[in-house]
């Protein structure tokens, strides 16, 4: 448009929706990322991810338990002991690493549709309608 | 297995690296290989698209930078949602992460080409790079309360000891995660595709009627090969929210 030279009144309506655009641009920004909805192809590759993640990240945690047991096993002398205490160790942590993944924040930020459906107090992010989450934190007795 | 007229066909020799210009110095091997010609490939596009797309100009965006703003908005949505406004001094490293990545999976994704993430050194190289990082600026802006991330809060001292060694073998088990999966998906898809192409030339070598059922593996390939773009983007999307979540744990060590 370098044809149609703005006049005064059109310059004040200008400033006004520039106003306007940048109070809108503000809210959104306080709003921050909670407010911005995710779309639906997004969630599925998300899974798809979450998934891969849990299963690479139980594997290494085993992996590298055994390993340190090995290791360690090897400077002290000690050959099967620590090997085996280690490995177990790694075992714990896999299982760790896939509560950490499952559940970021505690049972109340879990990403994974929650087992108990009694709970409708769960506000925010994309879950289908009748499944809330878990209880209170540290509630688990009806998770298997 | 296979018959004289169907050619040997070998799954991983796609995987093999060649010398394209022959380096040596002070008794080292530096040469250029397909594998760094793929990385140079890689790189001057991911610069090409940014600095193109970055120039602006008069008028309507053209496509080239409607894309270079996708990519970055993108990236910057996943380091502020999982490492805050402050993660946001990590942007070039994730970023540069990213399209590499992305970029690497995608163009190994093209007949006849090299897939630089399908070989184990370069993802562990990236994924010591982000463990590095995490450690380095982990221990420069907080000192020895970084430490705390392997002591949560409202453990039990009697179990404190497990539950710090359960936590250290976690922390230290994330470099390998983080390249295997990067590295064992490319493999094992170009592997995978690699296969089902040798079964649709084997029967096609067989004789007569056996010719037909080739559709079958071809058809298979069509489906695989659409996976593997998933894949591929995927795994570059997974690669890089998992090192803003490692930079979130430096930024922020007694967050969880």
């Known amino acids: 448009m370098p044809d149609d030279k703005p006049e005064n009144g059109d310059i004040e309506a200008l400033k006004t929706r520039r106003e306007a655009l940048r109070q809108a641009l503000d809210s959104r920004r306080s709003a921050g990322g909670a407010a911005n909805p995710k779309p639906q192809a997004d969630a599925e590759g998300r899974a798809i991810g979450y998934g891969l993640r849990a299963a690479s990240e139980f594997a290494a945690a085993v992996l590298v338990g055994a390993a340190i047991g090995f290791g360690l096993d090897h400077v002290f002398g000690t050959r099967p002991w620590l090997s085996i205490v280690f490995f177990f160790l790694g075992v714990a942590s896999g299982v760790w690493n896939v509560i950490r993944i499952a559940m970021p924040k505690g049972p109340e930020g879990s990403v994974l549709p929650p087992l108990s459906r009694e709970s409708p107090a769960y506000k925010g992010g994309p879950r289908p309608a009748g499944e809330g989450a878990n209880g209170a934190p540290g509630r688990d007795d009806d998770e298997d | ?256």
Do not use: W
């Not at chain 2, 004289?4 to 690296?17: R, V, Y």
């Not at chain 2, 002591?151 to 995660?177: D, N, Q, T």
């Open chain 2, 1 to 256: 297995m296979a018959t004289e007229a169907a050619p040997a066909i070998n799954p991983i020799e796609q995987f093999a690296l060649s010398k394209v210009v022959s380096v040596e110095i002070a008794g080292h091997d530096f040469s250029l290989t397909n594998s760094s010609l793929y990385m140079i490939l890689v790189v001057g596009l991911t610069l090409g698209l940014m600095f193109q797309g970055a120039k602006g100009g008069p008028g309507v965006p053209g496509r080239l930078q409607a894309l270079a703003e996708v990519a970055y908005e993108f990236v910057a949505g996943m380091v502020k949602s999982a490492a805050g406004e402050a993660g946001m001094r990590f942007f070039p490293l994730v970023f540069s992460l990213f399209m590499f990545i992305l970029l690497s999976n995608l163009i190994g994704l093209i007949p006849y080409s090299f897939t630089v993430t399908s070989h184990i050194v370069v993802t562990a190289a990236m994924a010591l790079l982000v463990f590095g990082t995490v450690v380095t600026v982990g221990v420069r802006e907080h000192g020895l309360h970084f430490f705390k991330l392997f002591v949560p809060s409202g453990v039990p001292i009697y179990i404190l000891p497990l539950v710090v060694a359960i936590e250290i073998i976690s922390f230290l088990s994330r470099p390998l995660s983080h390249s295997v999966r990067l590295f064992a998906n490319m493999l094992a898809g170009h592997i995978t595709l690699n296969v089902f192409g040798g079964f649709v030339v084997m029967l096609l070598g067989a004789a007569g009627v056996l010719k037909v059922l080739a559709i079958l593996p071809g058809a298979m390939i069509i489906g695989l090969f659409a996976l593997e773009l998933l894949v591929a983007f995927l795994q570059a999307y997974v690669f890089t929210m998992l090192t803003c979540m490692y930079l979130n744990d430096a930024l922020h060590p007694s967050g969880h």
